[in-house]
């Protein structure tokens, strides 16, 4: 199992520079757009406020780390919670030497897909920042493979994974609003699951296959964020 996950590694971990740049390039763009309409609430002394969400508002939302890019939607319930739906996507490819020294990794390549349903719920205003919790389900789904070839030409390895994985997330965070309309914000999110792993191993006239099942928890990175509220 332990030799599984991290042979798994690259789909959590590997900078995929893409589509980290598109992402950037649709926030500076948002805010470009948005900059028109700073039709911000204001306190009476001036102060620039957080606003008021209305039951059936509309949210997009935009996100971005060192491992993968997403995007999902809003829809308010109440003035303070409101659904999410999200989904992210993450892809690599990779070519390094590997030990021992008479083997070479060739071509790497990883992919995977996940998406959340959630419920998230919004505090009180503080200035122009608004904290907020959440949870719901999330289920996944990825498959990478490696080939190693050997400097003596012996036949080549190649070794392909597939990672199934399901259950229940929780995220807490907090957005600064630029305007009424866009908000920038940081999250960290945390999975618990059930999670599935098939390993096929060919090369050298055999083939060999494992799998394994397990209940993981995982505590995520932070997570950036660009939401447009319609």
């Known amino acids: 199992m332990e030799q599984g996950m991290t042979s798994y590694r690259p789909f959590a971990h590997r900078r995929i520079a893409g589509l980290l740049f598109s992402t950037v390039l649709v926030a500076v763009a948002t805010i470009s757009l948005s900059a028109p309409l700073r039709a911000q609430q204001t306190a009476q002394d001036g102060e620039r406020v957080a606003p008021e969400f209305r039951a059936g508002q509309w949210g997009a939302q935009f996100t971005a780390t060192s491992g993968f890019a997403g995007a999902g939607v809003l829809r308010f319930r109440s003035p303070q919670t409101a659904w999410t739906l999200d989904g992210t996507v993450a892809i690599s490819t990779n070519t390094r030497s590997n030990s021992p020294i008479i083997y070479q990794t060739g071509d790497m390549s990883a992919a995977s897909v996940s998406t959340r349903l959630g419920l998230r719920r919004y505090a009180a205003t ?13 289920a996944g789904v990825g498959r990478s493979s490696t080939e190693q070839r050997n400097i003596m030409d012996s036949p080549s390895v190649t070794q392909t994974m597939s990672l199934y994985n399901a259950g229940a997330f929780g995220e807490v965070g907090a957005s600064y609003f630029v305007t009424s309309h866009l ?3 940081a999250r960290g999110a945390g999975t618990v699951g059930f999670e599935r792993s098939n390993r096929e191993t060919k090369g050298s006239g055999s083939a060999q296959k494992q799998s ?17 509220f319609f």
């Open 126 to 138: 503080h200035g122009p920042i608004r904290s907020f919790y959440g949870g719901g389900i999330h």
């Open 183 to 185: 908000a920038l914000g």
């Open 212 to 228: 394994s099942n397990g209940v993981n928890l995982r505590l995520g990175s932070v997570l950036l964020d660009v939401t447009l």
